[in-house]
């Protein structure tokens, strides 16, 4: 035993077992990611464990990729949409501009109008010469709404002297041509009237019969070229078959021009109807339709016009003559007498007995039935046909028979 100081315990309990001493552990490489959690209520400090090393990190770029592929989907969905929105703008910004002022011409300007002016509708006028007659008085803003809306609503007027307030729209003008003129030109006119068949020559004739006016006179200017339809070939002169049968009503102090333009506008309106500047089914020009037109309204009724017209096709692409009757009679300044085999002889670029394909011009007036046959001819393989003494007109492939047509029902007229 050994003596320790009073007081003093001369040595510490080691427990037991023993324990190995205390190290410090090493420093791991990853210690930096550790980090203390302490509780806000027991402040008792918990480690983090370190984060576990992923074998499969490849999977986040994967995921990234994926990510920015999407993203560049929907960017590209993004310009496509702007550029649809942007083309239609620009299609329907201009569309819903033109309606607009179409809606505006037709019910906009209708208050109660300005002063009153008076506007004179001359007979065989169709709404593009009372449009600009209504815009040169100050009635309506616009020539072309009122053409438009006048063929929509297929307005009919009269004519005659007409009251408008000025500045109103195209609707409210219309009401008034409708309602009929204040005073009627037919009274104190001359009636003109050209049935179809005719050639300019024998319209200057019924001219030449009104007051103040001359046959002579009206050729000179037939012929001056200052009055053109617009179906007349550059170069041509001509106007005939330019013209339209109808009945006209000439006010006193109309010259020869305004009566010459009055019936070849009419006529080119009828022939915009038709469709005469169109590609048609007999493969000719306008103009050649409309000659062909004149030969089919010479030579056949309506019945038969289609036919006829196949008939003048099947000769022209042969190459064969037309040999055409009706031809011959305005070669020889008219019919009757019915052309005669001497007539067939005559030097004339008309005779369609000596000269292969069409006149050089139309031969006559003409209706809207003889051109539409012109320009829808029937589809068969006729060369010939004869109007019996019957009345009735019959076709033949054939020499023979066209001949046999002949010695059975004679040719009418002889």
Known sequence: MTDEPDGVDAHVDEPWPPQPPATTPPVDERDDIWHDRWDDDDHVATASPPPQTSRRAPVADDDTRATRRASERRRRRRR?????????????????????????????PGGPGGETAE?????GWGASEAADALVKAEVIESALAFRIWARVTGASFQAGTYAFP???????????????????????????????????????????????????AFLAVADSGVVRSKYQPAGTSSLEGLTWPDTYFVS???????????????????????????????????????????????????ADQANVSGVI????????????????????????????????????????YR??????????????????????????????????????TRFAETLAGHQANIDKYGVRGE
């Open 80 to 108: 496509r949409w702007l550029v649809v929105v942007l083309v239609a703008l620009l299609v329907l910004v201009p569309l819903a501009a033109a309606s607009g002022w179409f809606v505006w011409q037709l019910y906009g």
């Open 313 to 352: 096709v099947n000769r022209l692409r042969r190459g064969i003559p037309l040999q055409i009757d009706a031809t011959l009679c305005y070669a020889k300044g008219g019919c009757p007498p019915v052309p005669t085999n001497a007539d067939k002889a005559i030097d004339s670029p008309y005779n369609t």
């Open 252 to 302: 006193e102090g109309m010259t020869d021009q305004q009566i010459l333009q009055m019936i070849v506008s009419e006529f080119d309106e009828h022939a915009d109807a038709v469709g005469l500047g169109a590609p048609n089914g007999a493969g000719l020009t306008p103009y050649q339709a409309l000659v062909s037109a004149s030969l089919i309204q010479g030579e056949a009724a309506a």
């Open 119 to 123: 506007v004179v509708i001359e007979p």
């Open 166 to 216: 000025t500045g109103i729209n195209v609707t409210r003008a219309l009401n008034v041509l409708e309602a009929g003129p204040t005073s009627s030109l037919q009274a104190a006119q001359q009636k003109l009237l050209l049935p179809p068949g005719l050639t300019v020559s024998r319209i200057a004739d019924r001219v030449g019969h009104l007051p103040g006016h001359t046959r002579d």
């Open 355 to 392: 000269v292969t394909g069409l006149p050089p011009t139309p031969i006559l007036t003409v209706t809207e039935p003889a051109m539409r046959a012109a320009l829808n001819p029937a589809s068969h393989n006729y060369l010939y046909y004869v109007t019996g003494k019957d009345g009735v």
